[in-house]
């Protein structure tokens, strides 16, 4: 089981960049998928996630009307689209595999969960700064 992840970078504010995350591995459209973020000295953070045919999809409301999450379940792909980038969206960015009701809990209850996961890609750094 393998997930790596591409596309960080550094980026002014109101920059945008597209991650990418390849799997392999495992069958790739029976699991519900997600990043999440961590940043120097901070707890991670749920940033999206999305169900196995694409129609569930959760954001954090910091990253809401910005983010776009999407999978090609074709190509075992992953992807997040971010713009308007702000300088506290830098971080460490983890493509990660969802098990159980973690999705479900994140889209229909009130109470978000700890970061939590099965398999998780190396990471790939964003940071936002001028």
């Known amino acids: 089981v393998q997930l790596v992840e591409s596309g960080g970078g550094m980026v002014q504010p109101g920059g945008s960049l597209r991650l990418s995350c390849a799997a392999s591995?495992?069958?790739?459209?029976?699991?519900?998928m997600c990043w999440v973020r961590q940043a120097p000295g901070k707890r991670p953070e749920w940033v999206s996630a999305?169900?196995?045919?694409?129609?569930?999809?959760y954001y954090t409301d910091s990253v809401k009307g910005r983010f776009t999450i999407s999978r090609d379940n074709a190509k075992n792909a992953l992807y997040l689209q971010m713009n308007s980038l702000r300088p506290e969206d830098t971080a460490s960015y983890y493509c990660?595999?969802?098990?159980?009701?973690?999705?479900?809990?994140?889209?229909?209850?009130?109470?978000?969960?700890?970061?939590?996961?099965?398999?998780r890609g190396q990471g790939t750094q964003v940071t936002v700064s001028s």
């Open positions: 999305i169900g196995t045919d694409g129609q569930g999809v």
């Open positions: 591995g495992f069958t790739f459209e029976s699991y519900d």
């Open positions: 990660a595999r969802l098990r159980g009701d973690i999705l479900r809990t994140l889209l229909y209850s009130d109470y978000v969960p700890p970061v939590t996961y099965d398999v």
